[in-house]
């Protein structure tokens, strides 16, 4: 087996990357804001929220605080930012919008009622995050079911939309996994630094999607031809 000493090397390695990356998502976005349409200003929200929770996680870090309370402030914001993702994605989904208020309204709810009386914000939110990575995988499925109806499939913005949700449903899946198998992964030290080692490369995945998405929608040139 690998040392944890490795493992906890290319997990600090991988969280650092992540913050690279995050860094360049935040600031691409932000030159291009004005050219945005609303998937990606949303999306941007979202990034931006991420970045920021990343900084004070390693600040609390740092000065030795417990930074769990961020992970149940993001569970939450994760969900209710890439919703309304997701909201601007199905614009065209009438049940979608209809249901779109009532389903937050009640899902944010019961991740807050989890942190106050099932799961402590100093312990982490296994409940509320598993079923946040479960609706979002869901989100991104019915996506790909309804690329059918979906018209210019070829066009830049729709290829960028389809990278999103391919690197939500490879991160929140495998993220998932981990967080299901956590309990168990919290006994055994080897195995909990092999599980957060495997999320932290797999943040860096997801983010670099996210990266590339957002290049080829709004800066690489595309002929005039396409």
Known sequence: MVSNTLLNQLNLYAANLVLVVLGLNVLFFALKFKHLDL?????????????????????????????????HLYTLVEFILLSFYFKSVFADKAIFQKVFW???????????????????????????????????????????????????????????????????????????FIFMFSRISFWNEEIYVIFWTFNGFLNLVFQLLIFTALWMAYYRKIPSSQ
């Open 39 to 71: 998937p990606f200003r949303r999306l941007f929200y979202f990034v931006l929220f991420n970045f920021a929770i990343e900084v004070s996680a390693l600040i609390f870090q740092y000065v030795g605080l417990n930074n769990l309370p961020l992970l």
């Open 102 to 176: 009532y389903f937050i309204s009640v899902v944010s709810l019961l991740i807050i009622y989890n942190s106050i009386f099932i799961q402590s914000i100093l312990k982490f939110n296994t409940l509320a995050k598993s079923g946040v990575q479960i609706i979002l995988i869901f989100y991104a499925i019915v996506y790909f079911f309804n690329l059918v109806e979906q018209r210019s499939l070829n066009t830049a913005r729709f290829k960028s939309i389809r990278l999103i949700n391919s690197a939500i449903i490879t991160y929140y899946s495998g993220s998932l």
